[in-house]
């Protein structure tokens, strides 16, 4: 019980690191010519070493040796070199504990693995000498397999020069095939299709040795780049991504078929995505008038959501009215997604043109056909409205005695310089009046009689847009191209329905007036609009009158 007591008394006094007489030269933390067990003193490494070692394997668990062991510590530029032994072996002596080592493994047929470790500097909170960071076993995968693609294009034609990369991973493993998370180990090869569109890739881990170093789950990634073969910028089609198994490759060592997609997505037809005549466009059709307005002297962009054939995009042109054909000119650029119209001289300022465009697309051969419309002009630009034409369609036969003047019943039709709406929360028409005495009870009296100036009753003036020429002979004309309506128009029409006739010997001195300003008076809420959006809000005239004659009976 004494000596119990005694070694007690004695764990207490251990020195760590005390007195300048306690020497360890082995470097074994205790101090030299201790022997008694209980009187052992500890002292503190000032600069306490390490090791790092491991074995190097093939996938079979055979030793490599001869590989070349290159050794980082920490940031230091500069590596160390070893090579493993006979057994696969390898060591690092003296190497500072606590460092970060940076280990790669590689050798000539083989697959480069890189590690890291920390080499141990302590047991508990205790400084430790001859700590060691252990790598292993390392495994390397050789670099003899083979891997065979065939790839085709959209089109059914061998891909020839198409590029491709493949990566193998892992290539290696570390700790008895067991991933470790410091480890990276992968081989990445590039080839290139031959004529007949087979891509080889060699120097790669074979499917049996990928499948091992991963329980099967060893894989092949595979990478193949959109083709651009005239080198326009623009590739003719997508690329491949897809990956595969070791154990799949095994279990099925045929060369796969690759059929790479077009460039752009094929379960959609042809389509218009972006366009500055938003009414050309497939699904995202815009009719507003500032959303199809064209600058004169600017051309129209159209942008297809996939390539369309040379040669196969058809564009038509009208005026307003859709009575001819307008000249225009197109391009077809950037590898067919994109095409410019140009209808240079052929139009004017503050108009609206009827278009019609198709195209063929170069990847599937899905047609696109849209009949919209654009208006010329600049936003900021204020426009400054007037009647430019006023003209009645005459329905009695010529020689007959309703011929040549204007009669109750007859229809007058207005043109305006610039297309206007009457917006949907208009509840109402305007009235169109005339500087004329077409009745009352007092002869030569103006305004006692509806549809006079001065009465506040006229004529509503409806719109009556265009789908056809309008008549300008005996015989109706037929559109370029059916044309859909815009909801703006230059061409308005009223009913004339006045007690008095006015003979054709006083046409050149009508006057008719469209009352915009009286629009408030009668209740209507809102206003009329250019194509713009600028409100009409001043009373419009127009003296003459032109007649239409009689349509002429059908043959």
Known sequence: MMKKHLVMAVVPFLAFGCGDDLVDADGDGIADGVREPDTVTVVTPANPKGTVSGQVLSTDLRPLTEVTVEMTIGSSAEPVSTVSDAKGNFTYKNVPAGSHVLLTFSKAGYATLRATAQVPSSAGNV????????FGPITLARLDGTLNFLVVTPQGRPAAGARATLEATPAG??????????MVSSVVVEATANEQGLLTFTGIPSASELARLRNGNGEYRLWVSP??????????????????????????STTRLISLPYSRPQNVPLSIESSNVASLRGGGADFHPLRNLVRVGEPIHLFFNQPIQQGSLSVLMTGENAAELLPVTTNVANGGYSATINPGGAIADGKEYNIDVRAVSAEGG?????TGYF?????????????????????SAVGTPGADQ??????????????ITRPSNVSGHVYAHVNWDIGGTTPGVIGDYAGEVGHPTGFPLVEEEPIIPPRTGTRQELPAFLIIKSGYTTRWVFTYFGSNLIPSTSFANFEI???????????????????????????????????LPALAASP
């Open 227 to 252: 083709i651009d073969a005239n080198g326009d910028g623009v590739p003719e089609t997508g690329g491949y991504v897809n990956t595969y198994y070791g154990a799949e490759v095994v279990a099925n």
């Open 406 to 419: 204007l009669n109750s019943g007859e229809r007058v039709f207005l043109s305006f310089n610039h297309p």
């Open 366 to 370: 899905s047609m696109y056909s849209r």
């Open 127 to 134: 400084p430790i000498n001859n700590g060691n960071a252990s």
């Open 173 to 182: 493993a570390i700790s008895n095939g067991d991933e470790s998370s410091s």
């Open 375 to 395: 208006f010329t002009g600049d936003a900021s630009a204020v426009r400054q409205m007037s009647i430019v034409e006023s003209k009645y369609e005459e329905v």
């Open 513 to 547: 007036v469209v009352k915009f300003s009286a629009l408030p008076s009668r209740s209507i809420n809102g206003t009329y609009e250019n194509y713009m959006g600028q409100p009409l809000v001043l009373d419009l005239a127009k003296t003459g009158l032109v007649q």
